[in-house]
């Protein structure tokens, strides 16, 4: 893994707080010359520490106007289990994220949809659905005050 010193830690901050920023302006920023800048994010690039960019499209967009975190127990804690329900998660469109976590329950979600009546048929037709899904606890989120992934 690359060393991260005091100037790779300002430039990922730079890019944390704007991706399209341009390598003139990170390059100011952070105190080096375009070059010098512009060698140090490809090398973060190539090292994957930089592992990508993306766009953030709002929910609403899509038609999700609710967020639900879920916490899903599962009923052994077999390899093929733990697979079977990460797959299908993965064909889930209306799961935006799935982790897996320490703790009483082994996946935390956050799933998108556009009303709860959606979100009743995700419960019983993906989750319900799954033979070892043993708990699940939804929690309907309000808003979210700090979200760094916008």
Known sequence: M?????????ILQGLETNARISNIDL?????????ACLRRVQELERSGVIRGYRAIIDPAV???????????????????????FEQAMTRAPMVRECHNITGSVE??????????????AFHADVLGTQSQVHSITSYICLASPKDERA
């Open 2 to 10: 690359l060393e991260l010193d005091r100037t790779n830690e300002r």
């Open 27 to 35: 390059a100011a920023k952070v105190g080096l010359s375009p070059s």
């Open 62 to 84: 899509r038609g999700a106007e609710i967020t639900i975190f879920v916490l899903v127990g599962l009923s052994e804690h077999l390899r093929k289990d733990a697979e079977a």
């Open 107 to 120: 996946y935390l979600l956050r799933v998108e949809v556009p009303d709860l009546n959606a979100y009743k």
